[in-house]
């Protein structure tokens, strides 16, 4: 099966910055996606994004099929951005079979 | 907008017990699926289900798990004679198909003692 690393695995900013959180596939996937953990433990949908550009709000995220990567950025952090956010690609079957990279733990101070 | 729904949110069992985990699925998708994440580790995948049969499973997925959709809105997943190590955090999602977006419930957390 596919392998998924994630970087950095944890990031500590001020509020206000921007960041950038990257996740690698060892091969190609036809499902990406993007998720924030919050503290009570819920899995939030960030972004469906097997390839191309997207944007909501204050984050955006890319994915570059051919090179197997995606980026998700986070500009001007709040508190609320706290948490761990996970990417999980699906490499075919077409079952769906969400394989999650371990994380980014992410702490935004005031 | 419509969302996973499961119950409970939370339950602790005695070792050796069986446990009902139910969901919701989103009322148009046909795929439906169960993650399991270990405290502090990664989400990992259970099972897919679709047109009332598993579709994959995992190598985490044994004889000690099962899966059913008794009626046309539950899907839920049994654990049969729980260990301490079943405990983590159990979360249901489902899809329109098997190549588009999952959405996930905001998660059972289960605890064996």
């Known amino acids: 099966g596919i392998q998924v690393e994630q970087s950095p695995p944890d990031l500590i900013l001020q509020e206000g910055a921007n960041s950038t959180l990257r996740c690698n596939f060892s091969?190609?996937?036809?499902?990406l996606q993007w998720f924030h953990q919050n503290p009570w433990g819920q899995l939030i949908n960030l972004f469906y994004?097997?390839?191309g550009t997207k944007q909501n709000g204050r984050l955006s995220a890319t994915t570059v099929a051919t090179e197997r990567y995606s980026l998700l950025y986070i500009s001007s952090s709040q508190t609320t951005d706290s948490g761990v956010y996970f990417c999980?690609?699906?490499?075919?079957?077409?079952?769906?079979?969400?394989?999650f990279g371990a994380g980014t733990r992410l702490a935004v101070h005031p | 907008e419509p969302e996973v729904t499961q119950t409970p949110s939370h339950q602790v069992t005695q070792m050796g017990q069986e446990v009902i985990l139910r969901c919701v699925p989103i009322?148009?998708?046909?795929?439906f699926y169960w993650y399991r994440q270990i405290l502090g580790q990664k989400v990992e995948f259970l099972v897919s289900?679709?047109?009332?049969?598993?579709?994959?499973k995992s190598e985490i997925f044994d004889d000690q798990f099962s899966v059913e959709r008794p009626d046309g809105s539950n899907f839920t997943l049994k654990i049969r004679s729980t260990k301490l190590e079943d405990s983590a955090m159990y979360f249901c999602?489902?899809?329109?198909?098997?190549?588009?977006?999952?959405?996930f419930g905001q998660g059972t957390r289960l605890t064996v003692v």
């Open positions: 009322s148009n998708h046909l795929y």
């Open positions: 994004i097997p390839s």
């Open positions: 091969d190609s996937v036809n499902n």
């Open positions: 999980a690609g699906d490499s075919g079957g077409g079952y769906n079979k969400l394989i």
């Open positions: 999602a489902s899809s329109v198909s098997g190549t588009t977006e999952a959405f």
């Open positions: 289900f679709y047109n009332n049969e598993i579709s994959e």
